[in-house]
């Protein structure tokens, strides 16, 4: 018993220092992390930075140059890729057009040499997870892209893995599906109880459906947390320009509390910081508000404007020369002086070459301000 206990308390994976090398090129640099049971993460990141490389050295894909990858707390660098209880989507699906729904999610039970009667039951109940009861006979030539992504899905999890790992599977889609299967994923991963590990470039799609996220930036972990964690106290310049939009304006910590920028002092949130320290100052667009020029705590000359159905898009430009992005139900003229408002909670301070070990330390020494 008290070894059941202590295996689900234990990470299902863990990534300790791991590089990958190609020939002299390092496409992950001494990576550590740690996967829990359950719940949905996303390795977020642009093209080049390692995050496919990631769910490859999971999946047995590839092989690690150095560090070490657990899968319970048992390493798994030289466990072959068909022994890992992990189960792939790739981006393109990878289905076989000669075989119908039923013959394609069927596939690796065969492999097993599972009996029909066992294999019927579960590629039904497979089929009844991704909504596609009824399907079974349906060529995958006849099949949508949102219903071929399901079929996918089903495939993976027929086998019953403890992790499933997603390549892009949603970025072939078109808006309004990719936004429908972003639900039903998130639906889907939810009643399974298992662990999902999905890749992608898209910040709107990991902000939504994860647990939580991996900001990956040249082959190394720039930020992991919750997506309100990553978006509300981005580490560093790359993090806040990455996931959202961000005004990013140089500053000064002036005291505990108190930063300057744009030629101002203003109160804030943040301390631990050295009197006089440079930083970087970040507000999100959504978090500044129009107001008269009395009550604004900015003055601002409105440089341009565009209509993006739920909000105008209003770039100003401040006494000081710093560009801000402003989102708000308000409209403004093009030419006109305006000011702008924030809380002090809108303002965040990041220190300049800061590690996320430095900065979770300073987190904690907050004390339940933020």
Not at 210 to 224: A, C, L, P, R, T
Not at 250 to 255: F, I, K, T, V
Not at 273 to 285: D, F, G, K, S, T
Request: with cysteine; hydrophobic share 40%; net charge negative.
């Amino acid at each position: 018993m008290k070894e059941e206990t202590l295996l689900t308390d234990q990470p299902i994976i863990q990534f300790n220092g791991v590089t990958k090398r190609y020939d002299d090129m390092t496409v992950l640099d001494r990576v550590s992390f740690e996967i829990e049971r359950g719940k949905f993460y996303t390795l977020l990141g642009p093209s080049g930075c390692g995050k496919t490389t990631v769910l490859r050295l999971i999946a047995g894909f590839a092989e690690a140059t150095e560090g070490d990858i657990l899968f319970h707390g048992k390493r798994i660098n030289d466990v072959p890729a068909n022994k890992r209880q992990v189960n792939t989507v790739f981006q393109d699906y990878a289905l076989f057009p000669h075989l119908n729904v039923f013959e394609n999610i069927a596939f690796g039970l065969r492999i097993k040499k599972m009996k029909e009667a066992d294999i019927k039951q579960r590629v039904a109940d497979a089929l009844n997870f991704v909504n596609l009861t009824g399907y079974e006979s349906r060529e995958i030539t006849e099949m949508s892209g949102g219903q071929r992504q399901r079929v996918a899905i089903a495939r993976a999890i027929v086998n019953e893995p403890e992790v499933i790992l997603l390549d892009e599977p949603l970025s072939a889609l078109d808006l309004k599906l990719r936004t429908e299967m972003q639900y039903e994923l998130r639906d889907l991963q939810r009643r399974l109880g298992i662990t999902f590990i999905f890749v992608t470039h898209d910040q709107e799609e990991a902000l939504a459906m994860s647990d939580e996220i991996f900001v990956m930036n040249h082959g190394k972990i720039e930020q992991s947390g919750t997506p309100t964690d990553i978006y509300d106290e981005p580490i560093n310049r790359f993090v806040a320009d990455f996931i959202g939009e961000s005004n990013i304006v140089p500053g000064r910590m002036a005291a505990d509390y108190r930063v300057a920028f744009a030629g101002k002092e203003f109160e804030c949130v943040d301390k631990g910081l050295e009197p006089n320290e440079p930083v970087e100052v970040v507000i999100r667009p959504e978090d500044l508000e129009i107001a008269t020029t009395e009550r604004g705590k900015l003055i601002v000359t409105v440089d341009s404007q565009l209509f993006r159905g739920v909000h105008y898009e209003i770039a100003c430009i401040d006494e000081a020369g710093n560009e801000w992005l402003v989102h708000s139900t308000k409209k403004a003229t093009v030419g006109e002086t305006i000011g702008l408002a924030f809380d002090p909670e809108a303002i965040h301070v990041m220190r300049l070459n800061e590690t996320e070990e430095d900065f979770d330390k300073r987190l904690e020494s907050y004390d339940g301000v933020l």
